[in-house]
């Protein structure tokens, strides 16, 4: 935290240093050149003074000369010497920086003896080496040089009258002559210094100005330079300023168009904003609430504690983060009245100091509705509203244990509509689902309130009347059947009849499991189809060996029947894409049949669960395997512009358990010479969780080869979800009880969508099931789902010699479509 702190602090400095660098600068280049200016006027001060001792050593000397002329006297002579020696010296000095390679020293030191102040001549060269050709400055130089020959004059002058007054050789005449020379040279020098003092004075006074202008030009240009970065920084503050405005006006737009409810607070707690969808949730004016301590507003109840949260506020003000969107709570009004939510709560910082929060919630309203009605759909049957074979199952288990603990009879049916087929087969799954709607209806107004009815499968219905006996069972049986027997059902003009065989066993065996129960009244309602359909087969529990028997004889038999005289089928029905897809070939998948004696096509429905629960599953699973591979392979051969690049076979989950199965289908493999990539297994979801491990071990197991996978009826069960990260599947096939109805149930739509954003997350390929229309096909399209199958694509074809895809008609223009999404005729 601290290394943090420092780093902020420097980038703090850095940005201060960015802001302020321009004054800076212009206070920088004020004080050099002042000082330079400065320095420039004490080095022409010093030149002044310097011409002032030189004239007035020139002055000196010519007086002391004309006294030592006059007199004799030697004083005057040494006076003379020291006079002289000042203007010798300073020409010396000027000699000395003058040649080729100035001699600075030698400069220093004769300006020293001219009497200059020692602080001054470093001035006094710089000035003389920077300016001796500036035109003022240059002239007084010229003047400077001017007076050296009288000044060399006057020197010799004096050494020749100190030797000749120093021999005695002095005459009068000498004197007259010396005293004429010495006025006559007095006279030379006199205007010779008055020049070069002039020169120096003017020279001085254009420096003083030039500097005294160049400072005032250079302070103007300095301050235009400020005021302009002034108004750069102003400028800038204000796009900041309207910057700052502009993305607050857009956070406080968003904010308050989101669906999401948005609080802030102030460090103490107090409400400081709230959005619109805030104002709805918490039931408050904005103007109103603003300033208010939230527990003022409201109160936050854990659901699961089901206690007040009292800390949540403390807590997000101390610095603590909290996101509670997996937490519900109850947010609690003034008024009592209580909204589900989930609240995630964050501190506001200012320089590492919190100086308020922001609450966001989310109102769970319509996900608990949501939530509700996937529960109800989880235990019951959409198409009919009735509760379906898990809710069933459940409430027997519970009425089986209820026994063991408080003896009683309960009674148990089990319906199974006669000729159900033939609705469906020649008007379709509509007709089928009015149908079922309809027994639906007569079957709950011949129960008493308390009694269960519940959709097993498709034509099946279950019923469980607790505390019922025999007698008032086999009434009831028989009102059932009158019911759907008297039930006139017409569609598209036809009138179907309709009848249905009911198994009724009675409860009492508190040791009687599930399984148990369920097989025998399962076999009451076969004997009951067996005995010539439209009755009732009434069973005890004590006759379940018989039952047992008359089961095994009337199924396996039948079913053995099958697999040595080869009465089952293979048809195949197309699966189309409705996306984009590279794919060379048609995508099938074989739908099994078993034929009967008359050679009519019985479907899966009416024995596959007989064959899975007497265990022949794994036999007809292997002649399945066996039959299509071989059927490909001659399809291959024989229809080689007809390619099937993915074939989909059914897969019982008795199978995933046989260890011996893989070895068996990759030996089918290598005989047909199929390529395993063209084969994709399809695996239903009760069987999947039924052994879940097997699953997955089978499914990786082909997957190594080269096989695919597909998962059935995904999303019938509340259990789909979390078992699918188990089964490493490549397709899922949405139940087809989602898709028929989704143009109008947005339930259906809705977990159509959802299926296939799980899907695109998990990476896995969808297909949808009972596409029955254009409009459903073009609906599951938009959505992003794959790939469609049903009566809408393409009917299923006895897959034999004369299989042919490709068997479908195009959606028209009309539709408002992109052409080319293929539909069945």
Same mark, same amino acid.
């Given at each position: 935290?601290?290394?943090?702190?420092?780093?902020?602090?420097? &980038?703090? *400095?850095?940005?201060?240093?960015? =802001?302020?660098?321009?004054?800076?600068?212009?206070?920088?280049?004020?004080?050099?050149?002042? /000082? %330079?200016?400065?320095?420039?006027?004490?080095?022409?001060?010093?030149?002044?003074?310097?011409?002032?001792?030189?004239?007035?050593?020139?002055?000196?000397?010519?007086?002391?000369l004309a006294m030592y002329a006059n007199t004799g006297d030697a004083r005057f002579h040494d006076r003379f010497q020291q006079a002289i020696a000042v203007p010798l010296a300073d020409r010396e000095a000027r000699l000395a920086m003058?040649?080729?390679?100035?001699?600075?020293d030698a400069a220093f030191d004769s300006f020293l003896r001219a009497g200059n102040h020692p602080e001054d001549i470093p001035g006094m060269i710089w000035l003389f080496r920077?300016?001796?050709?500036?035109?003022?400055?240059?002239?007084?130089?010229?003047?400077?040089?001017?007076?050296?020959? &009288?000044?060399?004059?006057?020197?010799?002058?004096?050494?020749?009258?100190?030797?000749?007054?120093?021999?005695? *050789?002095?005459?009068?005449?000498?004197?007259?002559?010396?005293?004429?020379?010495?006025?006559?040279?007095?006279?030379?020098? %006199?205007?010779?210094?008055?020049?070069?003092?002039?020169?120096?004075?003017? @020279?001085?006074?254009?420096?003083?100005?030039?500097? =005294?202008?160049?400072?005032?030009?250079?302070?103007?240009?300095?301050?235009?330079?400020?005021?302009?970065?002034?108004?750069?920084? =102003?400028?800038?503050?204000? %796009?900041?300023?309207?910057?700052?405005?502009?993305?607050?006006?857009?956070?406080?737009?968003?904010?308050a168009s989101i669906g999401q409810a948005v609080v802030a607070t102030d460090a103490e707690g107090r409400l400081d904003y709230m959005n619109e969808a805030a104002e709805r949730l918490l039931d408050w004016r904005g103007t109103d609430a603003r300033g208010k301590?939230?527990?003022?507003?409201?109160? =936050?109840?854990?659901?699961?504690?089901?206690?007040?949260?009292?800390?949540?506020?403390?807590?997000?003000?101390?610095?603590?983060?909290?996101? /509670?969107?997996?937490?519900?709570?109850?947010?609690?009004?003034?008024?009592?009245?209580s909204v589900a939510i989930s609240l995630v709560g964050a501190p506001l910082y200012v320089e590492q100091r919190v100086v308020g929060a922001v609450l966001v919630f989310h109102d769970r309203t319509k996900e608990q509705e949501f939530l509700a009605q996937l529960s109800w759909q989880a235990r019951h049957d959409t198409l009919t509203s009735l509760a379906n074979r898990f809710e069933f199952e459940t409430r027997l288990s519970a009425?089986?244990?209820?026994?063991?603990?408080?003896?009683?009879?309960?009674?148990?049916?089990?319906?199974?509509?006669?000729?159900?087929?033939?609705?469906?087969?020649?008007?379709?799954?509509?007709?089928?689902?009015?149908?079922?709607?309809? $027994?639906?209806?007569?079957?709950r107004q011949n129960l008493r309130s308390g009694d269960l009815l519940a959709r097993l499968g498709g034509d099946e219905f279950g019923v469980l009347m607790e505390n019922c006996p025999a007698e008032l069972a086999a009434g009831t049986g028989e009102r059932l059947r009158k019911a759907v027997e008297e039930l006139h059902f017409v569609w598209a003009g036809r009138a179907f009849s309709t009848s249905v065989s009911i198994g009724v066993v009675g409860l009492s065996d508190a040791s009687m499991t599930l399984e148990e129960t369920l097989r025998s009244v399962d076999i009451a309602c076969y004997m009951a189809k067996d005995k010539g359909r439209n009755r009732i087969q009434l069973q005890q529990i004590g006759d379940l060996?018989?039952?047992?028997?008359? /089961?095994?004889?009337?199924?396996?038999? *039948?079913?053995?029947?099958?697999?040595?005289?080869?009465?089952?089928?293979?048809?195949?029905?197309?699966?189309?894409?409705?996306?984009?897809?590279?794919?060379? @070939?048609?995508?099938?998948?074989?739908?099994?049949?078993?034929?009967?004696?008359?050679?009519?096509?019985?479907?899966?429905?009416?024995?596959?669960?007989?064959?899975e629960r007497y265990g022949l599953m794994p036999l007809i699973d292997r002649w399945m395997v066996?039959?299509?591979?071989?059927?490909?392979?001659?399809?291959?051969?024989?229809?080689?512009?007809?390619?099937?690049?993915?074939?989909?076979?059914?897969?019982? /989950?008795?199978?995933? @358990?046989?260890?011996?199965?893989?070895?068996? $289908?990759?030996?089918?493999?290598?005989?047909?010479?199929?390529?395993?990539?063209?084969?994709?297994?399809?695996?239903?979801?009760?069987?999947?969780?039924?052994?879940?491990?097997?699953?997955? *071990? #089978?499914?990786?197991?082909?997957?190594?080869?080269?096989?695919?996978?597909?998962?059935?009826?995904?999303?019938? @069960?509340?259990?789909? #979800?979390?078992?699918?990260?188990?089964?490493?599947?490549?397709?899922?096939?949405?139940?087809?009880?989602?898709?028929?109805?989704?143009?109008?149930d947005r339930i259906d739509r809705a977990m159509v969508e959802m299926i296939q954003h799980i899907g695109e997350v998990t990476g896995k390929r969808t297909i949808a099931e009972f596409v029955e229309n254009d409009d459903i096909a073009i609906a599951l399209r938009d959505i992003g789902v794959d790939y469609a199958q049903g009566y809408g694509i393409a009917r299923p074809q006895p897959f034999d010699d004369g299989f042919a895809t490709g068997k479908r008609r195009r959606l028209g223009a009309a539709s408002g479509a992109t052409p080319g999404l293929p539909l069945a005729s």
């Amino acid at each position: 935290m601290g290394h943090v702190t420092r780093l902020r602090d420097i &980038k703090s *400095r850095f940005r201060l240093f960015a =802001l302020l660098w321009p004054f800076i600068a212009v206070v920088l280049v004020q004080a050099i050149i002042a /000082g %330079a200016s400065l320095y420039t006027l004490s080095a022409v001060r010093a030149y002044v003074a310097g011409e002032s001792a030189w004239s007035k050593g020139q002055r000196d000397a010519i007086y002391s000369l004309a006294m030592y002329a006059n007199t004799g006297d030697a004083r005057f002579h040494d006076r003379f010497q020291q006079a002289i020696a000042v203007p010798l010296a300073d020409r010396e000095a000027r000699l000395a920086m003058a040649q080729p390679v100035p001699d600075y020293d030698a400069a220093f030191d004769s300006f020293l003896r001219a009497g200059n102040h020692p602080e001054d001549i470093p001035g006094m060269i710089w000035l003389f080496r920077n300016f001796r050709d500036v035109s003022y400055l240059s002239n007084a130089v010229q003047r400077w040089i001017d007076a050296d020959p &009288k000044i060399l004059e006057v020197a010799a002058l004096g050494e020749a009258m100190h030797q000749d007054i120093s021999n005695n *050789r002095a005459s009068p005449e000498m004197r007259a002559e010396w005293s004429r020379k010495i006025q006559s040279l007095n006279g030379e020098t %006199a205007p010779l210094a008055d020049a070069f003092s002039q020169s120096l004075g003017r @020279g001085s006074r254009a420096i003083t100005t030039l500097l =005294l202008s160049v400072n005032v030009i250079t302070a103007a240009l300095l301050i235009l330079l400020a005021m302009r970065r002034t108004g750069n920084l =102003l400028q800038q503050r204000q %796009a900041f300023e309207d910057a700052l405005n502009a993305e607050r006006e857009r956070a406080q737009i968003t904010l308050a168009s989101i669906g999401q409810a948005v609080v802030a607070t102030d460090a103490e707690g107090r409400l400081d904003y709230m959005n619109e969808a805030a104002e709805r949730l918490l039931d408050w004016r904005g103007t109103d609430a603003r300033g208010k301590p939230l527990d003022q507003l409201f109160r =936050l109840m854990n659901e699961e504690a089901d206690k007040e949260d009292r800390s949540f506020m403390a807590r997000v003000l101390s610095g603590e983060a909290i996101d /509670g969107s997996g937490v519900p709570q109850q947010l609690v009004r003034p008024d009592l009245s209580s909204v589900a939510i989930s609240l995630v709560g964050a501190p506001l910082y200012v320089e590492q100091r919190v100086v308020g929060a922001v609450l966001v919630f989310h109102d769970r309203t319509k996900e608990q509705e949501f939530l509700a009605q996937l529960s109800w759909q989880a235990r019951h049957d959409t198409l009919t509203s009735l509760a379906n074979r898990f809710e069933f199952e459940t409430r027997l288990s519970a009425s089986l244990e209820g026994l063991a603990k408080r003896p009683s009879t309960h009674a148990l049916m089990y319906l199974d509509l006669d000729q159900f087929k033939i609705v469906n087969d020649t008007c379709g799954h509509a007709a089928g689902d009015e149908l079922l709607r309809k $027994v639906s209806t007569a079957l709950r107004q011949n129960l008493r309130s308390g009694d269960l009815l519940a959709r097993l499968g498709g034509d099946e219905f279950g019923v469980l009347m607790e505390n019922c006996p025999a007698e008032l069972a086999a009434g009831t049986g028989e009102r059932l059947r009158k019911a759907v027997e008297e039930l006139h059902f017409v569609w598209a003009g036809r009138a179907f009849s309709t009848s249905v065989s009911i198994g009724v066993v009675g409860l009492s065996d508190a040791s009687m499991t599930l399984e148990e129960t369920l097989r025998s009244v399962d076999i009451a309602c076969y004997m009951a189809k067996d005995k010539g359909r439209n009755r009732i087969q009434l069973q005890q529990i004590g006759d379940l060996e018989l039952e047992h028997r008359l /089961g095994e004889m009337a199924w396996v038999q *039948r079913l053995r029947e099958a697999l040595e005289q080869n009465r089952f089928r293979i048809y195949a029905q197309e699966i189309v894409p409705l996306q984009a897809d590279e794919t060379t @070939g048609a995508h099938i998948e074989l739908l099994i049949r078993l034929a009967d004696a008359d050679n009519n096509m019985i479907p899966p429905g009416a024995f596959i669960p007989a064959a899975e629960r007497y265990g022949l599953m794994p036999l007809i699973d292997r002649w399945m395997v066996r039959s299509a591979f071989e059927r490909l392979a001659v399809h291959k051969r024989t229809q080689p512009d007809n390619p099937i690049a993915i074939c989909a076979i059914n897969l019982s /989950g008795a199978s995933f @358990g046989d260890d011996s199965f893989v070895s068996y $289908v990759l030996e089918q493999f290598v005989r047909s010479g199929v390529a395993p990539s063209t084969i994709c297994f399809e695996i239903t979801e009760t069987s999947a969780i039924a052994d879940l491990d097997s699953a997955a *071990r #089978f499914i990786k197991s082909l997957q190594a080869h080269g096989c695919r996978f597909s998962l059935d009826d995904f999303g019938s @069960g509340m259990s789909s #979800f979390s078992y699918l990260k188990a089964l490493p599947v490549d397709y899922l096939k949405i139940d087809g009880g989602f898709v028929k109805d989704m143009l109008v149930d947005r339930i259906d739509r809705a977990m159509v969508e959802m299926i296939q954003h799980i899907g695109e997350v998990t990476g896995k390929r969808t297909i949808a099931e009972f596409v029955e229309n254009d409009d459903i096909a073009i609906a599951l399209r938009d959505i992003g789902v794959d790939y469609a199958q049903g009566y809408g694509i393409a009917r299923p074809q006895p897959f034999d010699d004369g299989f042919a895809t490709g068997k479908r008609r195009r959606l028209g223009a009309a539709s408002g479509a992109t052409p080319g999404l293929p539909l069945a005729s």
